[in-house]
């Protein structure tokens, strides 16, 4: 039998003091996403010129902009698929 070697746990730490205390907002989120390909760069790009965009709101929000606005049905798609990944944050 082998003998188990001890590791200095230190070196496992995350350091949670680099963390937001609150979660970057949806709206906000996908604002940084104009380097993004596809349809969620192209809702950034059109989010980020919509002075009406919900900077603070949530999907819901974003949806009923989108449907304000008349959008097309891609960007619909684009914030389903957008609020999986900002969800996974």
């Known amino acids: 039998m082998g003998s188990l070697e001890r590791h ?4 496992f730490r995350i350091n949670v003091s680099e963390a937001p205390e609150k979660p970057i907002p949806f709206g906000r989120w996908v604002l ?11 809702l950034a790009t ?18 009923k902009r989108l449907g304000d606005t008349g959008a097309d049905p891609e960007m619909f798609d684009a914030v389903d698929d957008a609020e999986l990944d900002w969800a996974s944050f």
């Open 8 to 11: 200095d746990a230190a070196g």
């Open 32 to 42: 940084e996403q104009t380097g993004r390909s596809g349809f969620l760069g192209q």
């Open 46 to 63: 059109i989010a980020k010129t919509d002075r009406g965009f919900p900077k603070d709101g949530g999907p819901d929000a974003v949806r």
